[in-house]
């Protein structure tokens, strides 16, 4: 099993370009979450999918859109990018959210730069 | 929302201390708190996770201890060696995680 698995691992953009950022698990989980590591800041969700068809905001979505394409795939996109957008993004799945929360599993990152 | 603080911000410590890291967390419905170790330039791994229900876990080196009633929970680490050298977040979920800001320990040979 791979895991999860995220593309690309680095990219450099330049202001008002857009991109997706592609994740996917092999763990047959339910849940996935994009989030966003800035120093000092610790991980901070940007969007979530507790299950296949529901999206949801989580703490910093602006500037972003998700797409839970189906179980397996999770991708984040963003449509004008910002040097305010620069950071490393983590994908991380679970078998479930919410009240009864297991362990994310998280990708290896995608380091993002905008000029 | 789940506001999560998280002490020191950095800890140096000798090779065979222990190392304390402290958090507090805002919201009382908060009921799972797991541990992350992120080794540099590295995914987060969690190394310890504990529920509202449960005071006191333990896995060889590493202990969690939560005081629901404080609100705040803590990471420790006992005869601390060189590979435990890391960036480690807490963090605490009712329905979503959020972590703190992290601490940064380097442990001294």
């Known amino acids: 099993n791979a895991g999860v698995t995220q593309t690309p691992k680095f990219q450099v953009l330049k202001t008002g370009q857009s991109m997706t950022l592609q994740c996917a698990q092999d763990?047959?989980?339910?849940?996935m979450y994009w989030y966003r590591q800035d120093p000092g800041m610790g991980l901070r969700l940007i969007y979530y999918?507790?299950?296949?068809?529901?999206?949801d905001k989580g703490e910093v979505p602006n500037g972003y859109n998700v797409s839970r394409l189906n179980k397996r795939e999770f991708s984040l996109r963003l449509e004008s990018a910002a040097p305010s957008q620069t950071s490393v993004y983590f994908c991380?799945?679970?078998?479930?959210?919410?009240?009864?929360?297991?362990?994310?599993?998280f990708g290896p990152g995608t380091r993002l730069t905008v000029l | 929302g789940e506001n999560v603080e998280q002490h020191p911000s950095t800890l140096s410590v000798q090779e065979g201390d222990s190392a304390v890291i402290k958090c507090t967390y805002s919201?009382?419905?908060?009921?799972?708190f797991p541990w992350y170790k992120q080794e540099l330039g590295k995914r987060p791994q969690l190394i310890i996770d504990?529920?509202?229900?449960?005071g006191e876990k333990k896995d060889q080196r590493i202990a969690v201890t939560l005081n629901k009633t404080a609100k705040h929970f803590s990471l420790h680490i006992t005869e601390t060696q060189p590979e435990d050298s890391a960036v480690y977040f807490c963090?605490?979920?009712?329905?979503?995680?959020?972590f703190g800001a992290g601490t940064t320990v380097t442990v001294r040979a």
């Open positions: 991380a799945s679970s078998y479930s959210g919410g009240p009864s929360y297991n362990e994310q599993f």
């Open positions: 763990m047959n989980h339910n849940s």
């Open positions: 999918s507790a299950s296949e068809g529901t999206t």
């Open positions: 919201d009382s419905a908060s009921n799972y």
């Open positions: 504990i529920r509202s229900n449960v």
């Open positions: 963090a605490a979920s009712d329905y979503k995680l959020s």
